[in-house]
């Protein structure tokens, strides 16, 4: 009886794991960005994302402290990086970024003032698989991800400086 209740268990995982590669292979898994991700899809890549940012941004602390002068710098790094993609002060999309699926947060409107400036820095060095959000590592300094980082999560609350340059931003270039 335990045999067979093995046998079978081995069987269906087989056929499960045949079937799953012969769908993706031949397809079936549809990589377009012009059709959004299904339930499934998008719970494990969520999913994915949420733990591997809890685990790989445990013990950030940033190195800078959110000065004039460091979100100013923000504000100016974000312009030539972000905004194309996550939108200016306006908080309405470019047309590049109502391409992109998933949708890139429009940070005016959807912001992550609520992250922690370290998740922040995180995404920005790393990026996000499978979305458009590229890995800066490779093309800014860490001192420039940290004041984007900082810039993101204090957007709401701006010092001057700061705040009338990020209100000259809008969307699209």
Avoid at 14 to 32: C, D, E
Avoid at 68 to 73: G, I, K, S, T, V
Avoid at 139 to 160: E, G, K
């Amino acid at each position: 009886m335990t045999k067979g209740l093995v046998v079978g268990f081995v069987t269906a995982l087989v056929i499960l794991m045949v079937g799953g590669y012969v769908f993706i292979t031949t397809g079936g898994l549809y990589a377009g960005q012009d059709v959004k991700p299904g339930n499934l899809e998008t719970w494990g890549a969520k999913s994915s994302l949420r733990a591997t940012i809890r685990r790989n941004a445990e013990g950030l602390r940033s190195p800078l402290q959110p000065t004039e002068d460091n979100l100013a710098a923000g504000v100016e790094l974000y312009d030539t990086h972000c905004r194309v993609c996550h939108g200016g002060s306006d908080g309405i999309a470019s047309p590049i970024a109502k391409g992109l699926t998933p949708n890139p947060p429009q940070l005016a409107k959807d912001g992550v003032e609520d992250d922690p400036v370290e998740t922040s820095y995180w995404k920005i060095a790393h990026g996000i698989r499978f979305t458009g959000m590229p890995a800066f590592r490779e093309s800014l300094s860490d001192r420039q991800m940290w004041q984007i980082a900082l810039f993101a999560s204090h957007m709401n609350a701006l010092p001057p400086r700061a705040q009338r340059t990020w209100a000259t931003q809008i969307a699209a270039p």
